[in-house]
């Protein structure tokens, strides 16, 4: 991955105001609620000569949910078919068909499987 670019897919749905940062990956069937946010940098590293930026985006995989108001921290997966509630921060990974809330996020369930593709 060239983490330069972004990559979405063009079957994701970002509602107003997400703010994606560079080479973020989201993959086919995602939806962004308004004011998600992504971060790609762990330490902060700007201006700062001794700490080079070594982007670490984050990857919402196909069919994940995020709620408006939501915060993904650098380098976390949000699974397949997962779902985060509005106004969480996403600090690690997120299991593929989980129900995540919270600051930090913690699981509160799971996505019931349904038969559709």
């Known amino acids: 991955m060239d983490p330069s670019h972004d990559l979405c897919s063009d079957k994701t749905r970002q509602r107003s105001g997400c703010y994606l940062t560079r080479g973020v990956i989201v993959e086919d069937g995602a939806f962004l609620g308004p004011r ?4 790609n940098d762990r330490l902060i590293s700007h201006l700062r000569l001794n700490q080079p930026f070594v982007p670490k985006p984050p990857r919402i995989c196909r069919k ?3 709620g408006g108001g939501t915060l993904i921290l650098p380098g976390v ?9 509005a106004g969480s921060v ?10 995540v809330a919270g600051n930090p996020i913690r699981r ?6 349904t038969g559709t593709s």
């Open 108 to 113: 509160v369930g799971a996505v019931e499987k």
């Open 77 to 85: 997966t949000i699974g397949e078919d997962s779902l985060v509630g």
């Open 64 to 66: 994940a949910r995020i």
């Open 36 to 39: 998600v946010v992504t971060m």
């Open 90 to 99: 996403v600090t690690r990974d997120v299991p593929p068909g989980s129900i």
